[in-house]
């Protein structure tokens, strides 16, 4: 082993003294600065080249050079979710969302949602490229598995040169980045062309095509992440925005007394706290004193579970009902803007198992949100509230977004925080059920306590499922259009074909004719 560490160690200085020698002088205005200072510094992302190319010196050079270049083309270390044209991500034609049963990250292309067009193709290939760089960037180069979803598609959708630049980027620009390509339901129509992207893909590659249908498509992707339309129980729908599967990190002040790196939050804003649970305390207690900041801040884990529900705190209205957790409410939480006050909301969780469910609560926007608790445990058959706070002069943004992680622990296992703590690194991500939250926020002149009122009742306006229900009616009464004009274009050549057999018969019998009286 530590001979072979050494002989990968000499290849990868092998590679960096050539390239600076042999490719840098004559192009470097053709690489990113970047790009050339990470290859010297970053070790493994040198390594996935030289494995990528069977650790040939001369053709893992050749791959850094062409990435290196399409990377400098594409500007991909430049690529951000504001450059980009907001309707290439409102398509809903490529995502990340998921995981194999190897615990791969699954990269969505759902092909009935592609259109080809050559105005549009340089934009759709550099939201390929942000969203490999995006999740490269995040989990340090772990492969991802990619799933052609050709459900409901056709001749409009077939579009060989974008799906020669998807292939293109796994086999030459992001080495060792591709664990398969799960293809769902390929149309026989496309047979000849996907013969084509097996020739793109090398004899290395093939074998990572799966060409699977509903019967089989569990084989490799559990039906937990798998849509209804291909047997699966996943309820998630494709919106936008905010960004799907963006980067959930852990809130601030979690259980127990706020540490160092939550110094900068305000005195004022602990006291504020403070001084509201202290007056709900006393409404129910009046021999109760009232609790000091520094003793509202140190409270106990079991404390901040029992904690008593914020005046402000919205009642969940909707149920997402999981295989661990039922949690309210089942997508939005809703907030008000800076004008309406709202600054609370409220996450029920209901333990439907018979053990202990650990939880975490993981926000794309740390800076601006307090959960408590964030980081816990669930008892069988029962509920616990999170309270989600907006903290200082922050506003909640329709980009922010909160997952809840959940998993199953033994009974043995203690529920404290050093044994949370290591259950979450030993947990297989397989045993882990996910479920994210949207933020919605309230943009209202009206006074704030009516904007708490009418949110009581659940009276909600055109939801997500309506609307995607009436995409679908949309998308079947296309598809039988589609259908009749398919017919009408088989009865067009149908009539062509029959005409000039009919006048290829009459020609010939007038040929006759001729031959017989002359």
């Given at each position: 082993?530590?001979?072979?560490r050494?002989?990968?160690a ?7 003294r050539?390239?600076e ?8 205005d ?13 070790d493994?992302?040198?390594e ?21 270049q399409?990377r ?5 270390n ?8 907001k ?7 490529l ?6 049963k190897?615990g791969y990250?699954?990269f ?18 550099k939201?390929?490229a942000f ?14 598995t990619?799933v052609?979803d050709?459900?409901e598609?056709?001749?409009s959708?077939i579009?060989?040169d ?5 292939v293109?980027c ?14 769902f339901?390929?149309?026989?129509i ?13 004899p290395?590659a093939?074998s990572?095509l799966?060409f ?16 209804p339309?291909?047997g699966?129980t996943d309820?998630f ?7 799907v ?17 939550d110094?900068h ?8 706290d403070?001084k509201?649970t202290?007056?709900?305390?006393e ?11 520094i003793?509202?801040?140190s409270k106990s884990e ?5 904690e ?5 705190a ?7 009902k999981?295989?661990?957790l ?6 939005e939480?809703?907030?008000g ?10 996450i029920?969780?209901?333990?439907v198992?018979k053990?202990i ?5 993981r926000t794309?926007a ?8 964030s980081?816990?445990s669930?008892e ?8 989600v706070?907006?903290?200082g ?32 690194k ?6 882990v059920?996910e479920h994210r939250?949207?933020c919605?926020v309230?943009e ?5 306590s ?5 949110n ?8 997500n ?9 949309l998308?079947?009464i ?13 009865f ?7 005409s000039l ?5 009459v020609a010939?019998c007038f040929?006759l ?5 002359s």
């Amino acid at each position: 082993m530590a001979e072979q560490r050494q002989d990968k160690a000499a290849l990868i200085s092998e590679i960096r003294r050539r390239f600076e020698a042999e490719y840098l002088p004559g192009k470097s205005d053709k690489y990113d600065s970047r790009d050339v200072e990470r290859l010297q510094q970053d070790d493994k992302w040198v390594e996935n080249y030289l494995f990528w190319r069977h650790d040939v010196v001369d053709d893992t050079l050749k791959m850094i050079d062409e990435s290196f270049q399409w990377r400098k083309e594409y500007t991909v270390n430049d690529l951000t979710e504001s450059v980009l044209p907001k309707w290439l991500f409102e398509n809903g034609s490529l995502f990340l969302h998921g995981y194999d049963k190897e615990g791969y990250k699954l990269f969505w292309f759902r092909v009935k949602h592609h259109i080809r067009d050559p105005k549009q193709q340089l934009e759709k290939k550099k939201l390929v490229a942000f969203w490999l760089e995006h999740y490269a960037k995040r989990d340090h180069g772990k492969p991802l598995t990619v799933v052609f979803d050709m459900a409901e598609t056709g001749i409009s959708h077939i579009d060989l040169d974008f799906v020669r630049f998807i292939v293109s980027c796994f086999t030459d620009y992001y080495p060792n980045f591709l664990t398969k390509i799960v293809i769902f339901e390929m149309p026989w129509i496309m047979n000849a062309a996907f013969k084509i992207v097996k020739g793109w893909l090398g004899p290395d590659a093939i074998s990572m095509l799966k060409f699977t249908n509903k019967s089989d498509v569990q084989e490799y992707i559990s039906g937990e992440y798998l849509p209804p339309h291909m047997g699966g129980t996943d309820s998630f729908k494709y919106s936008y925005p905010p960004l799907v599967d963006d980067d959930f990190q852990t809130p601030l002040c979690e259980n127990g007394p706020i540490t160092s790196e939550d110094e900068h939050e305000s005195k004022e804003e602990i006291d504020a706290d403070t001084k509201e649970t202290g007056d709900l305390n006393e409404e129910q207690n009046p021999n109760q004193k009232k609790m000091n900041s520094i003793e509202q801040i140190s409270k106990s884990e079991e404390t901040d579970k029992t904690e008593i529900k914020p005046k402000n705190a919205k009642k969940a209205l909707t149920t997402f009902k999981g295989p661990l957790l039922h949690i309210s409410p089942a997508e939005e939480l809703y907030f008000g803007s800076k004008e309406t006050g709202e600054k609370k909301c409220l996450i029920v969780l209901t333990n439907v198992t018979k053990n202990i469910v650990a939880f975490k609560v993981r926000t794309t926007a740390p800076e601006k949100y307090r959960v408590k608790p964030s980081n816990s445990s669930c008892e069988p058959g029962t509920s616990l509230d999170i309270i989600v706070s907006l903290h200082g002069g922050f506003a909640a943004s329709l980009q922010d977004r909160f997952l809840i992680m959940a998993a199953e622990m033994d009974q043995s296992s203690g529920a404290g925080v050093p044994e949370l703590t290591q259950f979450w690194k030993e947990v297989p991500r397989t045993k882990v059920m996910e479920h994210r939250l949207r933020c919605h926020v309230i943009e209202s002149s009206k006074p704030s306590s009516l904007t708490l009122k009418e949110n009581t009742f659940n009276i909600p306006a055109k939801t997500n499922e309506d609307l995607h229900i009436q995409l679908t009616r949309l998308l079947q009464i296309n598809k039988r259009l589609q259908e009749q004009i398919d017919r009408c274009l088989w009865f067009q050549q149908l009539s062509v074909v029959l005409s000039l057999l009919s006048v290829t018969v009459v020609a010939f019998c007038f040929y006759l004719t001729y031959t017989q009286g002359s």
